[in-house]
């Protein structure tokens, strides 16, 4: 099947610095990916939507300044948390539809990111 | 504002019972539904999606749904310990999911 990879699977950063996360789509192609933020002991809450060649669609409430979305290819979406604060501390997912497909969404493992 | 509502639980089930998990949604015109299971510190793998009203089975999974009543739940069947995990429920809300909080489930050996 379809498969999504993140990178790095978990990061310890300290507050002020800024990171990037990785999102791919490794063997089909995605013009469009979701980036989710989950707490713990909560669900999984839509950040933004990536769209390959265009700006990113954020959801209310996301800081777009601070949640840097950029889908460079049609394989790659990157999230970089800038200017971390340990309020940022979380589990990030993404996923990504297969072939256009809004029902068959595949989602990568998580990054788990620790903010000291 | 598009709304999904799970009993958190946790719902515990003796080893070998049937595990019945509830959803329901406020968004009428939802047409995709689908339950995830989450182990922790892992993301959620799909266990089931169902389109039509009734029900659709898989193994040990059945998915029932009623739109009238905006409804939907999944039954585990000969639960075992190994299914214990938190199960999300997700309503889709046109490209993305909206996603219910979770049930976490625990079968007891």
């Known amino acids: 099947g379809a498969v999504v990879s993140q990178h790095p699977s978990r990061v310890i950063c300290k507050s002020g610095t800024s990171v990037k996360i990785e999102c791919r789509s490794l063997?089909?192609?995605?013009?469009?990916m979701f980036w989710y933020r989950q707490f713990p002991k909560k669900s999984l809450m839509l950040m933004a939507t990536?769209?390959?060649?265009?700006?990113?669609?954020?959801e209310q409430g996301v800081e777009k300044d601070k949640f840097l979305i950029n889908h460079a290819s049609l394989t790659l979406s990157t999230l970089t948390v800038t200017s971390a604060h340990p309020e940022d501390s979380s589990f990030y997912i993404c996923s990504a539809p297969v072939g256009g497909n809004y029902n068959e969404q595949f989602f990568g493992p998580g990054t788990r990111l620790t903010v000291l | 504002q598009k709304e999904v509502e799970q009993n958190s639980g946790p719902l515990s089930v003796p080893e070998g019972a049937i595990a019945s998990l509830n959803c329901t949604y406020s968004d009428r015109v939802s047409q995709s539904f689908f339950w995830y299971r989450q182990y922790s510190g892992k993301s959620p793998e799909l266990i089931m999606s169902?389109?039509?009203?009734g029900d659709k089975e898989d193994g040990r999974f059945t998915a029932q749904l009623n739109k009238a009543s905006q409804y939907v739940s999944l039954l585990i069947r000969d639960s075992q310990p190994s299914d214990s995990a938190t199960y999300l429920c997700a309503v889709n809300a046109g490209q993305n999911f909206v996603f219910g909080p979770g049930t976490r489930l625990s079968v007891l050996p």
């Open positions: 990536s769209n390959e060649g265009s700006k990113a669609t954020y």
């Open positions: 169902i389109y039509s009203n």
């Open positions: 063997d089909f192609q995605a013009t469009t």
